[in-house]
């Protein structure tokens, strides 16, 4: 379950070498999140289950992020997308379990190499497929509990996809 542990997470700006910060199933508060933002240089972030949302992922900086977690935290829509900064290092993103659609998988094109995309229990759907199919270099794709269809699998036969996970899918 969720946890309150961390809930006012302490400014650690004072670790400048910190590169990583896991933060899954804490319930962050206001503040909690704006010390999130100070931190500068993260290439890894998880912030899975924790309250984030649109209007807290517009502040941050993602130019030199790799790895974004932020699943379970449905504050998270569409909106995210116009504030999503630089995507040129992005590797992998996590998305489960949030409330984007098709909709947000255009920004993902100007990701070069992001090769892992995790979207199980959103609202992708076919359509969405189409844009999918245009992430050259994705290997690991996830769409568990959406309403894809296996003629909708068909528009990604020319990726380079090693893992499919379609867990729940009618």
Do not use: C, Y
């Not at 006012?8 to 896991?22: E, H, Q």
């Not at 900064?85 to 659609?101: K, P």
Request: cysteine-free.
């Amino acid at each position: 379950g969720v946890t309150e542990a961390v809930p006012d997470l302490v400014d650690l700006t004072f670790l400048p070498n910190l590169r990583g910060v896991g933060l899954p199933e804490t319930r962050l508060s206001k503040r909690g999140f704006e010390n999130v933002l100070r931190l500068r240089g993260l290439t890894r972030l998880n912030l899975d289950r924790t309250g984030a949302s649109d209007s807290f992922l517009s502040k941050l900086d993602t130019s030199q992020l790799e790895m974004l977690r932020l699943d379970s935290n449905p504050g998270i829509t569409d909106g995210f997308a116009s504030s999503l900064g630089d995507t040129g290092r992005l590797q992998m993103i996590s998305l489960s379990d949030t409330r984007i659609t098709d909709k947000f998988l255009s920004r993902l094109v100007d990701a070069p190499m992001l090769w892992a995309l995790h979207l199980s229990g959103t609202k992708i759907t076919d359509d969405g497929l189409q844009t999918i199919a245009r992430l050259s270099h994705l290997r690991a794709l996830s769409l568990g509990r959406t309403t894809i269809s296996a003629n909708g699998l068909e528009k990604l036969s020319d990726l380079p996809l090693r893992e499919l996970w379609l867990d729940d899918n009618p």
